[in-house]
């Protein structure tokens, strides 16, 4: 019983031993074939380092002003009687916009004008018998005085009449009637607002240092959110000759054709100041750089080594680079790289140095200078 019991022992140990021995043999296996095993390479699209020439802007955020803009108000009070305009019209200079009642003043007129030429007649009259002698210089004098006295209470009456018949001061549009047929306005009360839109004064500001880089003349390109896709030009044709404490900056203000009227008084744009300098610069997509905050890095593709062994194939080399400007799609590139490398295009977050690469851009995206979205 003993003897049966020590061989199961000895069967069962045994039986362990070529199971343990098999897994160590099939271990061993698999560390071998992970260590010569290769991942397959990653499928990336590249672009091409370019040497582009851009051109040399100042930005700055702008707002839009009124070459002439005005709130049409009453200088006297009085009775709205006739309003003469549309909401949102344009209108010739001289235009009438509103009248008050002026039936009191017309009355008024009417006397003054019978004084006058009751005051002609008499200096005429006088006038006539003066070189007889058979009035003197001073019945002359008076009649005449008398005449000078009626013209000029006649052009006061005329001159309130003209007060309130409101007229416009210069051509433009008109904004939203702000007074109602029959009401009483008071002296100074808004009517409606009247502005000029063609053209249209842009104010900003730049930094002092700039102050010697920009002239009178200069060119301006402005855009805006209200006119996606385009773009509207204009010249610098005022810069302030102080600049201001609290800022160090500077004022400018260019004048741009809005013959569409596209662009409002109170707006903000964004305004480019073009320079007449050119710069020549290194350029990439700017979703080829893998940003980090120990430095920013592109993946450069080069040829495998192994190429010389039969093995053909492109890897990946890590390349920190210093970037400038941004513009569009594109980033300017100042160190790190050279003109005709190629570089990964998209994707670069899911990639590592040494990595095995295909090239494959047949739905690599097109890169713009001056991209225009369109929106969905």
């Known amino acids: 019983m003993k003897k049966r019991i020590i061989f199961i022992i000895l069967a069962l140990f045994l039986v362990l ?10 271990i061993r296996t698999m560390i071998e074939h992970s260590g010569s095993f290769a991942p397959p390479p990653e499928t990336v699209s590249s672009a091409e380092v370019k040497q582009q020439t851009w051109e040399t802007t100042v930005r700055s955020v702008g707002s839009l002003e009124a070459v002439q803009g005005v709130m049409v108000a009453s200088e006297v009070a009085g009775k709205v009687t006739e309003i003469a305009f549309a909401p949102g019209a344009m209108v010739r200079a001289g235009d009438l916009l509103l009248q008050l009642d002026i039936k009191t003043e017309k009355a008024q007129l009417r006397a ?13 009259r006088i006038a006539e018998v003066l070189a007889d002698g058979s009035v003197s210089p001073s019945e002359y004098d008076t009649s005449e005085a008398n005449y000078k006295e009626a013209m000029a209470q006649a052009d006061t009456i005329r001159a309130a009449i003209d007060k309130k018949t409101i007229r416009a001061p210069f051509a433009g549009r008109l904004g939203i009637r702000l007074v109602n047929l029959g009401q009483i306005v008071s002296e100074g009360e ?9 053209p249209i004064f842009v ?6 240092q700039e102050l010697p880089r920009v002239k009178k003349g200069y060119p301006v390109r402005l855009t805006s959110d209200v006119m996606p896709g385009q773009t509207v030009t204009g010249v610098i044709t005022s810069i302030s000759p102080e600049i201001e404490r609290s800022t160090r900056n500077f004022g400018l203000q260019a004048t741009v054709a809005n013959s569409q009227e596209l662009l409002h008084p109170g707006m903000f744009v964004e305004v480019a ?7 020549n610069i290194l350029v990439i997509p700017a979703t080829s750089v893998l940003y980090a905050p120990y430095g920013d890095s592109v993946f450069v593709i080069e040829e495998n080594g192994a190429e010389k062994k039969g093995k053909a194939g492109k890897v990946l ?12 799609d594109f980033a300017a590139v100042v160190s790190g790289l050279k003109a005709g490398e190629t570089v990964v295009s998209t994707g670069v977050f899911k990639l590592r140095n040494g990595q095995s690469v295909v090239i494959d851009n047949s739905l690599n995206p097109e890169f713009k200078l001056a991209p ?3 929106n969905q």
Do not use: C, W, Y
Request: hydrophobic content about 45%; proline content about 7%.
């Open 317 to 328: 080399r890590q390349q920190f680079v210093r970037l400038g400007e941004r513009r569009g």
């Open 203 to 208: 104010n900003f500001h730049l930094p002092q």
């Open 273 to 279: 100041v073009v320079l007449p300098e050119k710069e």
């Open 372 to 374: 225009q979205p369109v």
């Open 190 to 198: 808004p009517i409606v607002t009247l502005q000029n839109l063609d």
């Open 17 to 26: 031993g070529i199971i343990a021995g098999i897994k160590v043999l099939q």
């Open 112 to 124: 003054a004008e019978a004084t006058v030429s009751l005051a002609k007649i008499n200096m005429d």
